[in-house]
């Protein structure tokens, strides 16, 4: 799930197991907002959103943590 540009070889890839979306709907036209990472990604950057250290971040915490960073964008 990484951009091809990112990323020089596909064994580099690293597979995105968690992700979050929201969509926008307007009269005529939608657009949905997603973010995507491995389960590494995903608790530090829920660390760093709620200002936590990385232990005390669980499973369901990252996990909202990522949907409250998709809702920011929104």
Known sequence: CQPGALVRDAADAVPCTHSATVR?????ASVSIALACD???????AAGF????????????????????????M
Request: aromatic share 0%; net charge negative.
């Open 24 to 28: 926008v709907a307007a009269d005529d």
């Open 50 to 73: 709620v200002q936590l250290p990385a232990a005390r971040i669980d499973d369901a915490l990252a996990q909202d943590a990522l949907g409250e960073m998709v809702n920011v964008l």
């Open 39 to 45: 389960t590494g990604t995903l608790h530090a950057l």
